[in-house]
Nanobody, 117 residues
């Protein structure tokens, strides 16, 4: 039974910060990447940030220079430090783990982030 458990979401005022955490447990092998996606009401889920096991990162243009993704590979944990939050960052944030052999995507249930103006 594979589980991804997110934490750290909440309500914050514009300009504030939050730190999201995601712990992957169960029989997960050959992890290629861990990352974060988000989905706002009425919009499609979009990439926020990912980090490959080799260390490279990818950020959405809208969060570049404000968010930082990090990983603890030994603990199968990924973090998202979110600074200078804006109301448009309001969304449900989902943790993602992509494996390599075979390629498969695991998803958490999501954590709500709400940024007030």
């Amino acid at each position: 039974q594979v589980q991804l458990v997110e934490s750290g979401g909440g309500l914050v005022q514009a300009g504030g910060s939050l730190r999201l955490s995601c712990v992957a447990s169960g029989s997960i092998f050959s992890i290629n990447a861990m990352g974060w996606y988000r989905q706002a009401p009425g919009k499609q889920r979009e990439l926020v940030a990912t980090k490959l096991s080799g260390g490279s990162t990818n950020y959405a243009d809208s969060v570049k220079d404000r968010f930082t993704i990090s990983r603890d590979n030994a603990k199968n944990t990924v973090y998202l430090q979110m600074n200078s939050l804006k109301p448009e960052d309001t969304a449900i944030y989902y943790c993602n783990v992509r494996t390599r052999r075979p390629v498969y995507d695991y998803w958490g249930q999501g954590t709500q982030v709400t940024v007030s103006s």
